[in-house]
């Protein structure tokens, strides 16, 4: 299961320290512009190495299109794109492969095949999801041509920090991806004390989707909330995935949750643009919970291939908050599952059309969850 | 997509109001000792009608086997289960026809299909729910002979209300599925007057899973708790998914979060038993929001399909807090996920066999996010 | 594997002699005119018990609509259709359940499953297509409403004996879909002495799709060819199949085979309207190869589940000629690929639209194999 | 679509001058040993440009390993297999790009896609079976050494011409994967006068698996012999799929076709080793038509994108009859759907085991169509 998607499908293959990473984009559409140059942008916001708070890690990240494109233009066909690891550091396994790091995928890997690949933590690596970045240059390039659906995302919290304001125009200037600019010199000393502590924080992620029509998603088990907790939850890291207000709902009155609408729009959404698995025509909002890193220099009980305990510690380059590098990926699967369900859409209800009446979205769409509105 | 699954594939179908409700169970194992009267517990732990803090419809759910068993045993034939709609109330649907109710679904449907069946919510309603948890009841029971598997689940809070204690014994004998019983008269009351006003509320459900071998689920896009989080959101009325210490991670150390391991065991399961997207043999758990109600007596500011504001009125019979009976629900759906994830391995790594060492579960499983021991 | 199809997927269900059959439609484009009552014709095409020809089992095979279908439209929802089984008779099947009969699925199921359902073959029975049948009406009126597609089929031989004429009128006016009016009494003959002799017979059928847009299909391994492949042999009894000029394009010279062009269309059909997995916009031409009916009066040599050698008499109803009712039967799996090709082909290409030039079919689009003109 | 399986899934890309071809195998079994060497045989057998009986194009063929294979053995990760086109000659593609060739996908991916890539049939060149072969290469080992299944085949028509004799062991000593050397000659001569005459021919192949035990396959949609002829039918240039006697079984009678049984095993194989969609444990017998190539250099009337009539002409390099490459070609196909069946039956029926009795094999298997014993 390596592929997701049901028409967009994109199947992604590589370990973080093999040759190569790659996947291949099933289903997509023909005319579609894109060279290989589209993808650097993207692929360079959710790269290691670019700050002091992120890995050291320095891939160039250079996209080749194997297959699928011609003369500028994708063709229909399988669109294949490849990435040269470069800084996969030669060193001694041996330990390594030894060991279970808790916190880890080395234990649930070897309890499933029986064998793992330990460089670099082989295709449990975070180094994955590169590819899905990738891709989903793809499928921004489309929903925004072809929907006017525009994909974004923030970090709305490190730690016990959060967000002051939300200024969306801030946040691709500050290396936090953070909405609230006066807070990066607060978070640049939070990162420097807690990386030099040795230890790791979790954050939040928040997505959001504007300009998405009404009537995509599909009830019952291919709703689009569903598509978008399986996407999220299948980043690494993740340990929770929020639609609109998500657990705040659950100390919320009916009166208060319910959006209620007016010929101008409705006037609140608790609900994250999504009602009954299907796109109200809102601003689609998620929000995304990360652990923070297992990989530590300080030191964890763990055991050995032969069941004996050990002390792992960490010695390679790690992020000591995985979740600053996630906003890239949690837009990359939320535009993953857009495509994927607009194709969908347009296969089983492609002679519906524009029904009317059409609700405009409103004004208050949330920059978070709890935040939309008085209902 | 009415399927949930990929190789034990479960199709509903069926309407609120329609003649009848079903499903059809395709990939069973063959063997599985299974009779029509089988169904009746679960089914009447998610029925409504059975206290007064539920709605009132009061629906038999007799399952007729249609087909796959022969001589009290599936046959490896697709199962066919079918329950007929018996409490379907014959009304006026003009006017329901006509409004989109606030927080529900009618406005979506006819969106994306320019109709709908507008007789007690037709597909979106919560009675489809039922048939998925008659299909766990198969999936269940082959877990828990097959591999001693145990799936169980309890309310976790009620608007503001969480338990002050933890007791599995006593979550079957009160009818809000709650671990502690000295907190049911508060529970009783807080629902009367919750009913009496016209409102509703939310609630969160935790479900877990024992016994679970290490080495479920697949790494990348079918992670098992990729599945779980699809699992749930595709639940009616359901806004987030956590997984072990879900959003709590967020503010998590990674020294704190990390679960250690000793030859006795795992200290501790902040990861809800899940690492890699593969089980770890720990305590899988999940823990689900569900909004409040949005039919309410109270008004609503709605509009109808000319696109004219209308107030709304819900007259109709409804739970003043749907995630009371959820609890069943969520649990069928773990069910279905782990049932499909045994299949899935089994076939990709069944000649891998049980991999040495097998570290214990440990003492700290954790009840709910975030209690899961001091890692 | 019981469902067909990936985006209009037919799910079946049901053993000849269980309590009922039926299936279940998902991804069903919505306004889709639909009643109970519009089954009848296919499903009295296909039935026994119409002519002394076919097996004597004589069912109402009256459809009810279970779901989906809402003030006689499709909603988008699971259309679900069941028919109880009337006819099943009661008998004694301790002899049967202890015999594999050769040429049956008795034995393999056995093998397969390790139980079997043996009460008149089960799942195995050729009783199951008439669900396929049931959907495949739906599949019909979309086709040929939305596309002008119409799907038609006849008999193109029974043991030894081929049409001398193809008449497409008088198909329809014979019991054995004949296109040859003045052979029908040599058919009876047939067909008559052969019921008596206790032995049965193959046949071959061919069907046709006219109307079919070029376009339809997809390449590599979603071929409109091989779906339909996949789809002819999927019926019980099917050993061949056929696509246009099928096995006589083995001995032929590429410049007889090749359909040249011109611009008042395409000048010989060989391809059989497929080239490249993808439709022309000629006829699409299958022919199926049907085994004779192994269910046989005369003793046969078979073996019991204690592996002892023992003499098989079939003493139920069966058909002579099991291929005399499969026209229906290939024309219901020919309109389900096609109504799956086309919303597959609007999923990813439904921004393409009409492509200049378009080639007319031409005027010789073949009968049968090898019969499309001179290239 | 451009993946085959449900559970071992190989995914391919690439166009034919391209810069590379490829495929991801998802769901592989872990443990097994495969090397970049491993490929050479089977890809070898593929090839053009070995004999002058084929293409004159040239291609390394060298397989690079990206994913998957950690120190010689697959891990259960993505296997990522690459191969670069060198032998893509650059020519002037302007001409071809705006011609439709007769007997070509040309006109096809025009009207499915809206554009197309010229370059030497881009992706419906028979170039994408290369990847076929290579990933089979795993799965060929696999079935072998985990259930001692065999997989192979020969050729058994080339034109008019059939085998005298059926001796598998000169089939790989000749350029025509032919059962009987004292043709060889003849065929040479048949086909120098071909190449010569600038026309083409068909050819049939026969493929047959041993081995395999009873119990692969689904009943109705997932049958094995309709996984079979989707596989065979999505290879290029294929227009007919047999198993067992095909269509010759139309003028059988089931006397005669339906496969008794003794104690000492099934008395002959009419069925080609499946019934009821599920194989028997006799050997798996498929026939496929290959059509002649439609690329000639004698002109044939084809259209340019304007609509207008041209004369097109091929003068690049073909070959005269397809397939006699295509052995190893049906060979994948077939171990590729075994393989993946193989994985399906012990997803589901895991826990059956070996049911007796199992009926052996017994002597009778058959060779091609028609000629596995008297019934």
Redesign the interface.
């Known amino acids: 299961?390596?592929?997701?998607g049901?028409?967009f499908?994109v199947?992604?293959?590589?370990?973080s320290h093999?040759?190569?990473?790659?996947c291949?984009i099933?289903?997509?559409?023909?005319?579609i512009a894109i060279a290989a140059e589209d993808f650097a942008g993207d692929l360079a916001r959710r790269a290691t190495g670019r700050t002091r708070h992120t890995s050291a890690r320095h891939e160039s990240d250079t996209v080749?299109i194997?297959?699928?494109v011609?003369e500028g233009?994708t063709?229909?066909?399988?669109?294949?794109l490849?990435i040269r690891n470069t800084d996969a550091r030669s060193k001694d396994y041996d330990r390594i492969a030894r060991q279970?790091r808790?916190?880890?995928?080395d234990?649930?890997?070897?309890?499933?095949?029986?064998?793992?690949?330990p460089?670099g933590g082989?295709?449990?690596s975070a180094r994955?999801t590169t590819m899905r970045v990738a891709a989903a240059v793809v499928a921004k390039r489309w929903l925004r041509e072809?929907h006017g659906v525009v994909v974004r995302g923030h970090l709305a919290?490190i730690?016990?920090i959060v967000p002051s304001a939300h200024d969306w125009s801030v946040v691709e200037d500050n290396a936090f991806f953070w909405p609230d600019a006066a807070q990066v010199p607060e978070l640049e000393t939070y990162m420097d004390a807690l990386r030099k502590s040795g230890?790791?924080?979790?954050?939040?992620v928040t997505v959001v989707a504007d300009g998405v029509?009404?009537?995509?998603?599909?009830?019952?088990?291919?709703?689009l909330?569903?598509?978008?907790?399986?996407?999220?939850?299948?980043i690494?890291a993740?340990?929770?995935?929020?639609?609109?207000?998500?657990?705040a709902?659950?100390?919320?009155?009916?009166?208060?949750?319910?959006?209620?609408?007016?010929?101008g729009g409705f006037?609140s959404n608790?609900?994250?643009g999504?009602?009954?698995?299907?796109?109200?025509?809102q601003r689609i909002l998620a929000s995304v919970?990360?652990?923070?890193?297992?990989?530590?220099r300080?030191p964890?009980?763990?055991?050995d291939?032969?069941?004996?305990?050990v002390e792992v510690v960490t010695t390679g380059r790690h992020d000591p908050c995985v979740?600053i590098r996630a906003t890239p990926i949690c837009e990359a699967m939320l535009a993953l599952v857009l495509m994927d369900q607009a194709?969908?859409?347009?296969?089983?209800?492609?002679?519906?059309?524009e029904?009317?009446?059409?609700?405009p979205a409103g004004a208050a769409q949330g920059e978070s969850p709890g935040d939309a509105g008085d209902g």
Chains 1, 2, 3, 4 share one sequence.
């Open positions: 299961m390596n592929t997701f049901q028409l499908r199947t992604t293959f590589g370990e093999g040759p190569a990473i790659g291949v099933d289903g997509c559409p023909p005319g080749e194997l297959s699928g011609y233009s063709t229909g066909t399988p669109v294949a490849l279970f808790p916190g880890h995928a234990y649930t890997y070897w309890q499933k095949y029986g064998v793992r690949d460089r082989g295709r449990s994955e072809r919290q730690g016990e230890d790791s924080v979790g954050a939040r029509p009404p009537g995509w998603g599909e009830p019952v088990y291919g709703k909330d569903a598509d978008i907790a399986a996407a999220m939850m299948s690494n993740v340990k929770g995935v929020e639609i609109g207000d998500g657990f709902s659950v100390a919320q009155r009916g009166t208060a949750h319910r959006d209620e609408m007016s010929a006037l608790h609900a994250g999504i009602l009954g698995g299907i796109s109200t025509g919970a990360f652990k923070p890193t297992s990989s530590l300080l964890g009980r763990g055991l291939i032969d069941g004996e305990a979740g194709l969908r859409h347009r296969a089983q209800c492609g002679d519906v059309g029904v009317a009446p059409r609700i």
